[in-house]
């Protein structure tokens, strides 16, 4: 890791910060109070989509942890959000929950399907561990609507009141955006902690080499259903606040396209980095937020039904062309980007 | 009488299967001879199809011409394909591979809904003929059956393609062992690039047998595919037979899933043999016992 000149670090306090020098710090809480001064000044729709980022770069945290820094491909994570998602709107529904207390649970229910799903990591990896979470995604939809269709309402949607703090109901989109948002900075926070622990590090070692770390004494097994569990925890996490985000939920939105657009959005960013999954949910959820915008423009010069498939159409193409663009040219994502930008800022303006 | 109804369900079952069969061998094509598991099988069939209805509708081509121009057309967007997308990528790690697929799928089911919308596209009436032939007590339906027998045309063109050609011996070659085959002369680029031209265009028999069936919708169509994941697993990943045997058991486990215990259940059966597989036997039946295990 470089470091700027003259930054020496003078007790293991010290060097183990995230932040070490003054300016960093002076930075970080700067950037923090802008960031949640935002409702202030950001018009309602706009939040409304910084809301689906902080939701997304929740879930993203989560397959980053799994796919990124341990290396087990997972396009699943759209099912485990799905069980998170509905384990708190059933809860609150009928079991009289409140938002608090049925979201720990949510989590919690979540981690335990993904550490079934991370069962057969014991015996098969790589690709057939991504077919494995595939079929999972597609059980966990079908579970959904067929086993109590009474409950959760089939193929319906399922709609949800709104959580409540005190006396102050969370229904408008300035509201959900400081609970999002500090959602969003503590997962943050808490992946970027656990990367650089003990346990980070062993998903390193799997993902670098199973063997190696085997003999080092990484309980492989072990550490690989604890990257699933965590994983699918942040999952149930984003579920459920993707669920108080919609305010109703339906198994049509967490399809497998979505697990898909997860993965990419990692390939994008950066895989193993946490800034990196911040980055790319940004990026391609703003691509999104741009085709929506100029879709309607494009699809004008068409007739009606072929305009409606030009605006759909835009999308995937769009996200396709983006992913690809980075697995050929930059595969180590935007982070890669990020750092080189650092590393020249610092030595600006020598070379050296 | 439950027998009967047994053994109706297993002819059913095995007509549907030759389509899983078909999609899984346009991906054991080229799992075989690359390495790469093509996400965008689903989409390549649907493509195909598509092409296929529309040089008939649109260009006014008998049925016979309108499949050969797409299957010629659709082995060159599998040669595109091969050299925009893979070959840059070759030798880059499993989930590259995995996300480049994916990412060609999502770009292919953009471009098909842009030029053919999301509705459903029918083939035109009477191409396969209609109809119900009774067997005794059993009863089969014409188009199934006629689009079996086309499938088992397709099965018996790639075998001799693998067991009897130049072609299919370099095939196999390159399927050994990369290094290997390089090491004799052969030219494992251009082999790529056959394995995704005929991956291509078996994969367009499929989506024109399922559009005869069906009809053609890009979000409904391309999504059958994932049905085959289970059939190739099945069968092994580097198996064409096993890929058959495979689609033919996924299609039998559908039908009496479906016959037995609830239609329902019919939809999600092959997901559960597919982790069942994975769980139990993850080489497959046919398949080489290469995967790696701790």
Not at chain 1, 20 to 42: K, S
Not at chain 1, 143 to 163: E, F, H, S, W, Y
Not at chain 2, 133 to 157: D, K, T
Request: hydrophobic share 55%; glycine share 12%; charged share 10%.
């Amino acid at each position: 890791m470089w470091r700027p000149c003259g930054t020496i670090d003078e007790n293991y306090r010290k060097d183990l910060a995230i932040t070490r020098t003054p300016l960093q710090i002076c930075l970080t809480v700067a950037g923090l109070a802008a960031l949640f001064l935002l409702p202030l000044w950001v018009p309602g729709h706009l939040l409304n989509n910084i809301n689906y980022i902080a939701i997304t770069i929740v879930a993203l945290q989560g397959v980053n942890l799994l796919t990124g820094m341990t290396g087990q491909i997972t396009i699943g994570q759209t099912g485990f959000m799905a069980v998170g998602a509905y384990t708190m709107a059933l809860l609150v529904k009928y079991a009289g929950f409140s938002f608090w207390t049925a979201t720990p649970v949510a989590m919690l229910a979540a981690g335990l399907a993904g550490i079934v799903v991370g069962l057969p990591s014991l015996r098969i990896k790589g690709f057939y561990l991504a077919l494995a979470t595939v079929a999972a995604q597609f059980i966990i939809s079908w579970l959904i609507v067929n086993v109590r269709p009474d409950l959760t309402g089939g193929t319906d949607t399922l709609t949800l009141d709104a959580p409540r703090i005190g006396g102050v109901a969370l229904n408008t989109q300035s509201h959900l955006f400081y609970l999002c948002m500090s959602v969003a900075v503590l997962v943050t926070v808490f992946t970027r902690n656990i990367q650089r622990s003990r346990i980070g590090r062993a998903f390193v070692a799997i993902r670098d080499n199973d063997r190696a770390a085997e003999v080092m004494g990484i309980s492989v097994y072990r550490y690989k259903l604890l990257s699933f569990f965590l994983c699918s925890v942040y999952g149930g996490l984003a579920g459920s606040l993707y669920a108080v985000w919609m305010r109703g939920i339906s198994v049509d939105h967490f399809g497998l396209l979505e697990s898909i657009w997860y993965l990419g959005m990692l390939i994008v960013g950066g895989m193993g980095s946490v800034p990196g999954a911040i980055f790319g949910a940004i990026l391609i959820r703003s691509l999104n937020l741009l085709v929506t915008y100029t879709g309607p423009v494009v699809g004008k010069m068409f007739d009606a039904t072929r305009g409606t498939a030009v605006e759909i159409g835009l999308g995937p193409i769009l996200f396709g062309i983006v992913v690809l663009a980075f697995l050929m040219f930059e595969p180590r994502g935007l982070a890669r980007i990020w750092e080189r930008f650092k590393a020249y800022y610092r030595l600006w303006p020598f070379s050296y | 009488m439950s027998l009967t109804l047994a053994i109706q369900y297993l002819i059913s079952g095995i007509l549907t299967g030759g389509i899983y069969g078909l999609i899984g061998v346009a991906i054991v094509i080229i799992y075989k001879a690359t390495k790469v598991f093509n996400f965008a099988v689903g989409t390549l069939m649907t493509l195909g199809g598509m092409i296929c209805v529309s040089l008939i509708t649109w260009a006014g081509l008998p049925f016979w011409a309108a499949l050969l121009a797409s299957l010629l057309l659709s082995s060159v967007i599998g040669y595109a394909a091969e050299k925009t997308i893979l070959s840059p990528l070759l030798g880059q790690p499993l989930i590259t591979m995995i996300m480049a697929t994916l990412a060609m799928d999502s770009i292919l089911y953009g471009s098909i809904l842009m030029v053919w919308t999301g509705y459903a596209i029918s083939f035109p009436e009477g191409i396969l003929p209609g109809g119900t032939l009774f067997l005794g007590p059993f009863f089969i339906s014409r188009e199934l059956l006629y689009s079996f027998i086309a499938g088992v045309v397709c099965f018996a063109l790639v075998g001799i393609l693998f067991k009897t050609t130049q072609l299919g011996l370099r095939m196999r070659a390159t399927a050994e062992s990369h290094e290997v085959a390089m090491a004799v002369g052969i030219n494992i680029t251009r082999i790529f690039s056959f394995s995704w031209m005929i991956a291509a265009m078996v994969g367009t028999m499929a989506g024109v047998l399922l559009g005869n069936r069906t009809g053609l919708q890009v979000a409904i169509t391309s999504s059958m595919a994932f049905k085959a994941l289970p059939a190739v697993i099945f069968g092994g990943l580097d198996s064409v037979a096993g890929a058959v045997i495979g689609g033919l058991v996924v299609g039998i486990i559908e039908k009496f899933a479906g016959g037995f215990i609830d239609p329902k259940v019919a939809e999600i059966s092959p997901y559960v043999i597919l982790l069942l597989v994975l769980m139990i036997r993850p080489e497959g039946l046919f398949g080489e016992k290469r995967i790696e295990r701790l």
